[in-house]
């Protein structure tokens, strides 16, 4: 027997739940990729219920369907072009005023509406007191109460949206608005049926608001100049429009939301007179970041090095299982494509860990507050308040670090971060920074590795700058977030996000790192087995006089050109090279480079992009080829004109 397949579409303001609700939903049955074209975040799930399938699209949070943000764009086009048969509302039970702005639009796009009543625990709280019959007659639509974090009400939730599908039974409020009334009226006349599928009577309020979106696509009607005049005949329409949907709602909450006369002082009230305190704001989240960082580090510490074993193991395994291979193609497998697949894998411990706490920071509330106490100390480095969380990320990896940018709602602001990311240490380039400094530097190597964290924030300054004003032309958007209420982290909510990022990081990071990996072993064994001939080494060797103002000689060089790979690749391919390994290519090195020398590839190793994976989650992230490249390239020309200049300063002052 054929399934009934329902496909439905999870709308909501922002912090009301929604995500968790997805979650509870689908479980592990879901995928996350990006909107077609942009750079949103597209959730969809599955869930099986009575010979049911139910097909759930979260769309992105947003406060209203008006044009002024990719969200609300993404939102309305879903809704009226994909068609979903039945549309969920998650609404905050506590902040009904502001969530019923977007409830009222939706119910204007469609009549397939079911709301889910979230967070009535917060409700419960605050001692309001809330009738959900009589809101449910008022609207004309189903009202399922539901408390997300708890898992509760997911089964009426499911079984009403089955229960609407079969029936049809649709009667919606009829949304009117008797202000403007008669200037909608004149517009619709105007207007032809379907404007690009969206209907009249919603695209002449859209007119009226200023959408940018429907008045583009209203200048090609006849009756446009007619329109113009009426929508600009009086200039506070949208204050017009935005006043009768709140008289709207003020009337549907009347005789249903009570509140107390005396407003109660909630335990998230009490903990932000704490946690987002004017002078003991920061110091406390440098402690929680600080702790997160030990914690990371110290269980990473733990784990990676039975994990790295494991995975030797495995190498050693699948090389007796190919030992009836040929002696160059079983090398290609285990040291090129193995290899690839050992790299990405090696970072598994690390992915989990740091999202294991950001997720925690992020379910119990946290996040948004640590945006907001570090705002000021982010606007010093040229970066958004937002940006906080993915710079912390990246000394680990780089990778979570480009990932957490999403935090960030202008695409403007998520490019510069993404660009400047490339320039925090991430763990294996200061592992490369450590040997040499230490063979190089051994009395100086902690002041000079602090040295190397400097220039790290250094450039992040001065290129935050630089691109902000010449390359992005933008400007700073202010901060203004909603801080949502805190709450004990749901494990399952908290394992889904963190089983989310590492299967994301996985696909996208190990289909490039496998291939460059590959590619990166046929290079270093062609033509005659012995890297110091190979094209590897050549390309090296081509490239040595760019790179001989820095000092490098053409085994530096390769060793850059294997560490785009990888930055750790960097010391295999050295010592491959010089055939030695540890100590013994330390003492190498020491006889073939200047102190200088040392210094100022360890400063370009740093600077220059991270490493291939981080290229794939670039692309990935900004869904372009474009500012992939633009990242690259500027990564590079400012590394080498950095180093250039240090090299040279360097070399005049102890001459």
């Known amino acids: 027997m054929e399934k009934t397949k329902?496909?439905?579409?999870?709308?909501?303001?922002?912090?009301?739940?929604k995500s968790t609700l997805f979650n509870q939903l689908t479980g592990l049955n879901q995928h996350t990729g990006n909107w077609p074209g942009k750079t949103v975040e597209k959730k969809v799930g599955y869930v099986e219920k009575d010979s049911t399938l139910i097909e759930i699209t979260d769309l992105p949070g947003t406060y209203s369907l008006t044009a002024h943000s990719i969200e609300e764009v993404v939102a309305r086009e879903f809704i009226i072009k994909e068609k979903p048969d039945i549309i969920v509302v998650v609404l905050d039970a506590s902040a009904l005023e502001r969530n019923l702005y977007l409830l009222l639009q939706i119910m204007e796009l469609s009549p397939n509406v079911i709301v889910a009543l979230n967070m009535l625990d917060v409700l419960k709280e605050k001692k309001y007191k809330l009738d959900t019959e009589k809101l449910q007659q008022k609207l004309g639509i189903p009202v399922i109460s539901t408390i997300a974090s708890k898992g509760i009400g997911i089964d009426n939730l499911l079984e009403k949206i089955i229960d609407v599908y079969k029936n049809k039974n649709f009667n919606p409020m009829k949304i009117e608005y008797p202000e403007i009334e008669d200037t909608l009226k004149e517009i619709e006349a105007l207007l032809p049926e379907k404007i690009d599928e969206y209907p009249k009577r919603w695209a002449a309020i859209k007119l009226l608001e200023g959408d940018p979106l429907i008045v583009e696509l209203c200048k090609k009607y006849e009756g446009w100049e007619e329109i113009k005049n009426i929508v600009e005949e009086k200039e506070e329409n949208p204050v017009k429009v935005a006043s009768a949907r709140y008289s709207l709602i003020k009337n549907i909450l009347k005789d249903v939301l009570e509140k107390p006369t005396k407003q109660v002082i909630t335990w998230t009230d009490r903990l932000d007179n704490i946690l987002t305190h004017r002078i003991w704001g920061l110091p406390i989240a440098i402690l929680i970041i600080f702790s997160i960082f030990y914690f990371t580090y110290f269980l990473n510490e733990a784990i990676s090095i039975p994990w790295n074993n494991f995975l030797g193991l495995i190498g050693l395994g699948l090389n007796n299982l190919f030992s009836f291979l040929p002696e160059w193609l079983k090398n290609l497998l285990i040291g090129g494509i193995w290899q690839g697949v050992a790299n990405v894998l090696s970072f598994t411990p690390l992915i989990v860990i740091f999202f294991f706490f950001l997720a925690l920071l992020e379910d119990t509330g946290y996040l948004a507050r640590l945006a907001f106490v570090t705002d000021r100390i982010m606007h010093i480095l040229g970066l958004h308040g937002k940006a906080f969380i993915s710079l912390v990320m990246s000394f680990g990896c780089n990778v979570p670090g480009v990932m957490a940018t999403r935090t960030l709602e202008n695409e403007k602001d998520r490019l510069l971060l993404i660009m400047v990311n490339s320039f925090i240490p991430c763990v294996p380039r200061i592992l490369v920074a450590s040997f040499f400094l230490s063979i190089f530097f051994p009395k100086y190597a902690p002041i000079l590795l602090l040295v190397l964290y400097l220039i790290s924030f250094l450039s992040i300054m001065i290129s935050g700058r630089i691109l902000q004003r010449k390359v992005l032309k933008t400007s700073f958007s202010p901060l203004l977030m909603e801080l949502p209420l805190y709450k004990i982290s749901n494990i399952k909510i908290v394992s889904l996000y963190v089983w989310d990022k590492l299967k994301s990081f996985l696909v996208r990071a190990g289909t490039v790192m496998v291939i460059l990996s590959g590619i990166t072993w046929i290079l270093s064994h062609i033509p005659s087995g012995n890297i110091e001939?190979?094209?590897?080494?050549?390309?090296?060797?081509?490239?040595?006089?760019?790179?001989?103002?820095?000092?490098?000689?053409?085994?530096?060089?390769?060793?850059?050109?294997?560490?785009?790979?990888?930055?750790?690749?960097?010391?295999?391919?050295?010592?491959?090279?010089?055939?030695?390994?540890?100590?013994?290519?330390?003492?190498?090195?020491?006889?073939?480079?200047?102190?200088?020398?040392?210094f100022s590839f360890v400063v370009f190793q740093l600077l220059y992009i991270p490493c291939a994976a981080t290229i794939a989650t670039i692309y990935k992230e900004t869904n372009s080829l474009k500012w992939t490249l633009i990242t690259i390239f500027y990564s590079l020309t400012y590394a080498y004109l950095f180093t250039l200049i240090l090299h040279t300063g360097i070399t005049l002052l102890v001459r």
């Open 6 to 17: 329902i496909r439905v579409a999870l709308a909501g303001n922002p912090n009301v739940g």
């Open 533 to 598: 001939n190979s094209i590897l080494a050549n390309i090296g060797k081509t490239l040595m006089p760019l790179f001989s103002p820095l000092g490098f000689n053409w085994q530096l060089t390769t060793g850059l050109i294997s560490g785009f790979v990888a930055k750790e690749a960097s010391l295999s391919t050295l010592g491959s090279i010089y055939g030695a390994s540890g100590n013994a290519l330390g003492n190498l090195l020491l006889k073939d480079l200047s102190p200088i020398t040392a």
